[in-house]
């Protein structure tokens, strides 16, 4: 059974920055795709970035400048990077992985975290 455990969130001022972790286990890491979604309050869940099995990382435009995704695959790890942070990136976010394929806005990964917090705000 795969399992997947987010840390890292918190509360930020704009401009700061927070790295999310996400540790998988149950199965070999290395054989899934990645991805972190967030949700805000009232507003749909969407794709923030994501990571092929190979390391190629595609992210929602609002954040691309700013955010990075990689992966650890000896610490079955994916790590979210975030820096200059806005209050518009407040929101929980949300660690997925898939086997099969790439999640994406339409078409969500097959396992979830329970979900981390972040707020920026002054």
């Known amino acids: 059974q795969v399992q997947l455990v987010e840390s890292g969130g918190g509360l930020v001022q704009p401009e700061g920055s927070l790295r999310l972790s996400c540790v998988f286990s149950g199965d070999i890491f290395s054989s899934y795709a990645m991805a972190w979604y967030r949700q805000a309050p009232g507003k749909q869940r969407e794709l923030v970035a994501a990571i092929t099995t190979r390391g190629n990382p595609n992210y929602l435009d609002s954040v691309k400048a700013r955010f990075n995704i990689s992966r650890e695959n000896t610490k079955s790890t994916v790590y979210l990077q975030m820096n200059s942070l806005k209050p518009e990136d407040t929101a929980v976010y949300y660690c997925?992985?898939?086997?099969?394929?790439?999640?994406?806005?339409?078409?969500?990964?097959?396992?979830w975290g329970q979900g981390t917090q972040v707020t920026v705000s002054s």
């Open positions: 997925n992985a898939d086997r099969t394929i790439l999640p994406n806005n339409s078409l969500f990964g097959k396992y």
